[in-house]
C-alpha cells in the first residue's frame, strides 16, 4: 500500500453517489475538501464516524470545507445508510476499490488476529488546488471530524 502524505496530488476519482450521481473529485476544485473512507455502510463504527461529521458539518462548512465518505458499497446501500441517519453528504461507492487503492486507503487488516483485505478507515484533507494538505491513517470513528477540524484551525 502507497501512502499518500501532504503535499501529494489528490488521486482523482469518478464515483457514483447514493443518488447514482456521477461525483469527481474535480468537482470541489476552489473548495476545501474532506475525504474519508470507511469500510461498510451502517455497522457500528462507520455510523459513528457519520454522524459525528453530520452532527458537526455546519462547524466544517463554516470552516470552508466539503465532506465525502467513500466505502466499497453500492450506491442503493449507501442511499439506506443516509436516509436512515440523515447524514446529508455525498456518500460515494467504490465497489472495485480502485480509489481506495489509489488513496493508500486498501490493504491488509487484522481483527481478532484475523487477517483481511479491505478499507483501511482513513481522512485525507484536500486544499482548494487538489493536493493532499492533511492524511490520518486507520484514525478512530470518532477522530475524523476532531482531527480536521484542529487541522483547519491552525491552517
Do not use: N
Not at 462548512?61 to 465525502?68: A, C, E, K, P, Y
Amino acid at each position: 500500500m502507497a501512502e499518500l502524505k501532504p503535499g501529494d496530488e489528490a488521486p482523482g476519482f469518478s464515483l457514483l453517489d447514493q443518488s447514482g450521481k456521477k461525483v469527481k473529485l474535480s468537482d470541489f476544485q476552489g473548495r476545501k475538501l474532506l475525504v474519508y473512507f470507511y469500510p461498510r455502510a451502517d455497522t457500528p463504527g462507520c455510523t459513528k464516524q457519520a454522524c459525528s461529521l453530520r452532527d458537526h458539518r455546519q462547524d466544517l462548512v463554516g470552516l470552508g470545507l466539503d465532506i465525502v465518505g467513500i466505502s466499497p458499497d453500492p450506491p442503493e446501500q449507501q442511499k439506506k445508510f443516509d436516509e436512515k441517519y440523515g447524514l446529508g453528504f455525498a456518500l460515494l461507492s467504490d465497489v472495485d476499490h480502485e480509489a481506495a487503492e489509489a488513496w493508500g486507503a486498501w490493504g491488509e487488516k487484522s481483527m481478532y488476529g484475523r487477517k483481511s483485505e479491505g478499507i483501511i478507515r482513513s481522512s485525507f484533507l484536500v486544499d482548494e488546488r487538489g493536493k493532499i494538505s492533511h492524511v490520518w491513517y486507520r484514525v478512530k470513528p470518532e477522530d475524523t471530524y476532531a482531527k480536521a477540524a484542529e487541522a483547519l484551525a491552525t491552517a
